[in-house]
């Protein structure tokens, strides 16, 4: 069974950190471009990150560079997204796609919610 499942989500206060997991199965993620995605309540879906079959990272939400890092571990087929010096904007679900070398979405995961509070 193809899927992308994310984890590492959860409560965590401003300024902390979290890393988000996305965990590949059926299909090797080495092949593709890897993308982290997020959406707030109430706002368009915004892509934060990806990373190159070649593992060259991009950061896209201006918002988050240099407190957010997207890295991949093509053993562990598993892409991640380490946050840091969270704030309370940064609430949101996060997704993981995969991108074939075509360009088109491959495979989506289900996201998992990321609620910075104190």
């Known amino acids: 069974q193809v899927q992308l499942v994310e984890s590492g989500g959860g409560l965590v206060q401003p300024g902390g950190s979290l890393r988000l997991s996305c965990a590949a199965s059926?299909?090797?993620?080495?092949?593709?471009?890897m993308k982290w995605h997020r959406q707030a309540p109430g706002k368009e879906r915004e892509l934060v990150a990806d990373?190159?079959?070649?593992?060259?990272?991009?950061i896209h939400a201006g918002s988050v560079k240099g407190r957010f890092a997207i890295s991949r571990d093509n053993a562990k087929n598993t892409v991640f997204l380490q946050m840091n010096s969270l704030k309370v904007e940064d609430t949101a679900v996060y997704y993981c796609?995969?991108?074939?070398?075509?360009?088109?979405?491959?495979?989506w995961g289900q996201g998992t919610q990321v609620t910075v509070s104190s």
């Open positions: 796609n995969a991108v074939d070398m075509v360009g088109r979405d491959a495979y």
């Open positions: 990373i190159k079959i070649s593992g060259g990272p991009t």
């Open positions: 059926g299909f090797n993620i080495s092949s593709y471009l």
